[in-house]
């Protein structure tokens, strides 16, 4: 352990590699770690000892940092804990190789570079003026098909609605969304406003039996709509009043 510190020496950290002594003040030291660049200001005792910390170093899957603001959430109820949580669960569908094993429907998504920064995306959390308690972070209504987690296109939407959203790709069989072989044809089969399975008729077709599906869905999605129509931007409703199931979805 250094006993002194001087201006110019390179030191190492206990866990984010080296930095270099930038600047001194009464008690006071500032350093620049070498491999991100990251400036900060630390009590002497806790320089001389390594205990600092660099904000821009890349510790969720090699993209996500926590970078340098207000937004901490080391208090386990507080807002902030909850955006922090919302963050990584969001970095973990995108990259979590284990999780694609299951559901991947999530394989290619990525999360755009400002909410690479943990403060962008408390930032937007926080501020949100329609999401509330239990509210999931939604990719898919804004720009369908979309594949990458940004403010742009994201919102947040009650459980029921992003579950409705959901196309379960990963379980479904040779048809179309909603189709399934029957004996002598096919039949189409939805979730209503309340969830529960209804099966729209029997048919001769697969294009017959889609058709019956997606005029039953995109009405289920109206309703949906109107019902939390108060509670979501507006934005979200005109999503969801246009919402049109398509035969690759």
């Not at 001194?24 to 350093?31: L, N």
């Not at 720009?143 to 029921?160: A, M, Q, R």
């Not at 039949?187 to 529960?196: E, L, P, Q, T, W």
């Not at 029997?202 to 019956?212: G, L, N």
């Amino acid at each position: 352990m250094k006993t002194f510190i001087k201006i110019g020496d390179v030191m190492k950290s206990k866990n984010y590699g080296l930095f270099e002594v930038i600047s001194r003040a009464v008690g006071k030291i500032t350093i620049r770690f070498l491999d991100t660049g990251y400036v900060c200001t630390y009590d002497k005792n806790q320089v001389r000892k390594g205990n600092v910390k660099d904000c821009l170093v890349r510790s969720i899957y090699g993209v996500g940092f926590y970078g340098d603001g207000a937004y901490t959430g080391d208090k386990p109820k507080d807002i902030v804990a909850k955006a922090l949580e919302s963050w990584h669960s969001m970095f973990k569908r995108c990259y979590d190789t284990k999780l694609h094993k299951r559901g991947p429907s999530y394989i290619g998504c990525t999360v755009g570079e400002a909410w690479h920064n943990f403060q962008n995306y408390a930032k937007f959390y926080i501020e949100d003026a329609f999401r509330q308690e239990g509210w999931e972070l939604d990719k898919d209504l804004l720009v369908k098909g979309n594949k990458v987690y940004c403010p742009e296109n994201c919102t947040f939407l009650p459980i029921d609605i992003n579950g409705l959203l959901k196309t379960n790709q990963s379980r479904r069989g040779e048809h179309p969304i909603g189709v399934f072989k029957c004996v002598g044809g096919f039949k189409s089969r939805c979730r209503d406003i309340n969830g529960v399975q209804v099966v729209q008729g029997k048919f001769t077709s697969v294009d017959e039996a889609f058709e019956a599906y997606k005029i039953f869905k995109e009405g289920v999605v109206r309703q949906k709509a109107e019902y939390w129509k108060d509670s979501i931007s507006e934005v979200a409703y005109a999503a969801l009043v246009n919402y049109r199931v398509e035969i690759t979805d």
